[in-house]
């Protein structure tokens, strides 16, 4: 079948599942199509079915739990899996870049890309587009043209004619529609044919995880040099490392404090440690990657720089458990937020950005290394965190464990909670007062009403598993 019949058959597709609609069920429907018609045009590549696999599953995120983060994350992921259907090989950041290049401006990439060949070509009249096919582009368009010409000017020298011409009702034609329709062309014309940069691939491909090791006598010729760095680096971490020995024993000491501590002693003991913690960890990574770019891993005196730096490590992973510890403590006494739970991601990502590189420095790694490992650690934590309904995580986890749960907050968070809150109002009556049940009751009305206007393009789990109800 012939791309443009594919994309316009796509677009009509699109128009139906999407137009004036709420994402649901739509976005897993077209999520399916666009793997089919990728698996299509892959005859030549091998398909990536791990993401092709991981698109979809985005998308059932998505009719599971309509939030913004899975919203963003499916659409992330579509970009990840267009790069990576055109080349598998690249890293994570290289492939959105390519997936965004090719799903919003292909066409004008590929008319550049092919106005350039044509100007390198030998033969600079050869042409990919059929002259039958121009000529057949411009003769309707004329037609048209001409059509709405003359059938003016008939109009004004017939009554009878005007007449019909009048009682053509085109109202059902919406403008809107045919600009969504036409977006919904161009975007499967540019999945159907993708720009294929290879440049950036080419680009990418080259750039190794290891550091190339030098020789002997470019060793020798910067022995100087290199024990100027070594020396240097020496005493910065030192100083460092007694630095944060020292902040981690005070730390020690007010956490085995048995004196009350106030809920905004809480926080500020919780947001100084994570505001220290991404302060060491800014200054770890970026005196790692300094003293660790080039020749001073090939240097045979350099045990002393490398054992104060795993020790800077180390005492920063320590900080992390710190902090980790102070965080649940502070949600064991006022409940889950969704900043508590990002400084837990964070201090997550912290860890393993510390672990990679502690890698770098003992597998002689590149910073190319770092930036494909983390970037995907980050990725792979967005992912996952798109699988878990948060609203109805914190919901159920402050109502279930927190004595005095802060209600109001958890009314301002999504819709999806409405019915726990809804519940917990009518189940215990006495722990909320009646202005918070009036904000209780009309959200979970306004929720209830909202999933009943819900067209099967909008349908969420909620309208299956609520289908007899």
């Known amino acids: 079948m012939n791309i443009h019949v594919k994309s316009i058959v796509s677009a009509f597709a699109f128009s139906l599942l999407f137009y004036s609609k709420s994402l649901g069920l739509n976005l897993l429907l077209i999520s399916i199509v666009i793997v089919t018609l990728v698996k299509t045009i892959n005859n030549i590549r091998p398909t990536p079915w791990r993401y092709a696999i991981g698109y979809i599953a985005s998308a059932v995120f998505v009719f599971i739990n309509p939030s913004v983060l899975s919203i963003f994350v499916h659409f992330m992921v579509l970009l990840l899996f267009i790069g990576k259907s055109i080349s598998h090989k690249t890293s994570v950041y290289i492939s959105w ?13 590929n008319y550049i890309q092919l106005k350039e060949n044509r100007t390198e070509s030998e033969n600079p009249k050869e042409k990919d587009i059929s002259p039958q096919l121009i000529n057949r582009i411009k003769g309707g368009l004329v ?33 809107p529609w045919l600009f969504f329709t036409f977006l919904g062309y161009v975007l499967f014309l540019h999945i159907l044919r993708p720009f294929d940069s290879k440049e950036l691939i080419a680009f990418d491909l080259s750039q190794s995880n290891f550091l190339e090791k030098p020789t002997e006598l470019v060793l020798i010729g910067e022995k100087q040099k290199l024990e100027s760095e070594s020396t240097l680096g020496s005493i910065i971490f030192f100083s460092l490392n007694l630095l944060l020995v020292f902040f981690l024993v005070t730390d020690v000491i007010y956490l085995l404090q048995n004196t009350k501590i106030t809920n905004s002693e809480y926080s500020q ?36 720089i490398k054992s104060l730096t795993y020790l800077w490590i180390v005492l920063n992973i320590t900080l992390v458990v710190f902090t980790w510890y102070k965080n649940h403590l502070y949600i064991e006494a006022l ?6 739970i990002g ?27 770092l930036l494909r490992t983390n970037i995907a650690t980050i990725f792979t934590m967005l992912f996952i965190s798109a ?45 909320i007062n009646s202005e918070l049940k009036e904000i209780v009751q009309k959200k979970h009305a306004d929720f209830l009403e909202d999933q009943a206007e819900k067209t099967w393009q909008e349908y969420t789990i909620y309208q299956i598993v609520n289908t007899n109800k």
Not at 144 to 170: C, D, K, M, S
Not at 269 to 275: E, K, L
Not at 344 to 360: D, M, S, V
């Open 143 to 175: 037609a048209i043209l001409l059509l709405f010409t003359f059938g003016l000017l008939y109009r004004n020298a017939n009554p009878v004619f005007e007449n019909l011409i009048e009682q053509i009702n085109l109202d059902f034609i919406s403008i």
């Open 269 to 304: 003991s919780v947001h100084q440690g994570v505001y220290a913690l991404m302060f060491s960890i800014v200054c770890a990574i970026a005196l790692i990657l300094y003293f660790f770019r080039g020749n001073l891993n090939f240097y045979k005196k350099n045990q002393r």
């Open 335 to 340: 409940g889950l937020t969704y900043k508590r």
């Open 97 to 109: 870049l390519i997936g965004c290049i090719t799903l919003f401006i292909s066409s004008a990439a």
């Open 343 to 369: 400084v837990f991601i964070y201090l997550l990502l912290t860890l393993t950005g510390l672990i990679t590189a502690y890698l770098k420095i003992v597998k002689i790694r590149s910073f190319t290394f």
């Open 387 to 431: 699988a878990i309904p948060w609203d109805k995580t914190i919901t159920w986890f402050n109502l279930s464990a927190i004595e005095k749960p802060d209600i109001f907050y958890l009314t301002d968070l999504g819709a999806n909670n409405s019915e726990q809150l809804f519940n917990y109002a009518n189940d215990y009556p006495h722990r």
